[in-house]
């Protein structure tokens, strides 16, 4: 079992940046691929990035391609996503999702992922 809970979200204008962080508890977390989702309102939850457990492959959705980067740091069981050149269609709630690995795989489809933490909602203004 592993607990992720997410911060860093808020209220940014378009063009400004955030950092979300997934703190994880609970098992290894460098046996853990992991991934970043998001869901707007009234829209269907989409993959955002997703980062093996080794940190050496990562993958983007293309709207965020150039803009975001997922990391992770092993020693702090945290893996973060950085938020480049916001826009306003980058608004919502944005979750972190963790699935055990053992071949340093990446997963883009949130049914791929067994754990899920709580959200953190980014708003971003024009």
């Known amino acids: 079992q592993v607990h992720l809970v997410e911060s860093g979200g808020g209220l940014v204008q378009a063009g400004g940046s955030l950092r979300l962080s997934c703190a994880a508890s609970?098992?290894?977390?460098?046996?853990?691929?992991m991934g970043w989702f998001r869901q707007a309102p009234g829209k269907e939850r989409e993959f955002v990035a997703a980062?093996?457990?080794?940190?050496?492959?990562?993958a983007y959705a293309d709207s965020v391609k150039g803009r975001f980067t997922i990391s992770r740091d092993n020693a702090k069981n945290t893996v973060y996503l950085q938020m480049n050149r916001l826009k306003p269609e980058d608004t919502a709630v944005y979750y972190c999702?963790?699935?055990?690995?053992?071949?340093?795989?990446?997963?883009?489809?949130?049914?791929?992922?067994?754990?899920w933490g709580q959200g953190t909602q980014v708003i971003v203004s024009s």
């Open positions: 980062i093996s457990w080794s940190g050496s492959s990562t």
């Open positions: 999702a963790a699935d055990l690995d053992w071949y340093g795989t990446i997963r883009i489809k949130g049914y791929e992922y067994a754990y």
């Open positions: 609970g098992r290894t977390f460098s046996n853990y691929a």
